[in-house]
């Protein structure tokens, strides 16, 4: 009997596979008296599976991800936040 094969845990702090990180623009929703704006939305899946999905943007917000809209948005109605976040880490 073959004893089961464990992988071995990644170490902390390896690199992931992607060299770039990509983002994709999502939507929040108007929140009181927060207007809804784009925010940046780290892809760690193919695009196509997170479109229309809610995902936790960088700003620490959900917001519906819009594979149609392009990141960085030409959009005026920008999380900032979101904005500087991306910048910073994309080398
Ligand atoms: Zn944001």
Redesign the pocket.
């Known amino acids: 009997m073959a004893a089961p094969t464990v992988p071995a845990p990644a170490p902390a702090g390896a690199p992931t596979a992607f060299a770039a990180t990509a983002f994709a623009a999502a939507r929040?929703r108007a929140h009181g008296p927060t207007a809804a704006?784009w925010?940046?939305v780290e892809l760690h899946r193919p695009a196509g599976e997170v479109d229309g999905a809610c995902e936790l943007?960088?700003?620490g917000?959900l917001?519906r991800v819009s594979v149609d809209e392009p990141w960085p948005t030409e959009a005026r109605d920008v999380?900032v936040?979101?904005v500087v976040l991306s910048r910073s880490s994309a080398r």
């Open positions: 929040s704006l925010h940046a943007t960088l700003c917000t917001a999380c936040p979101c």
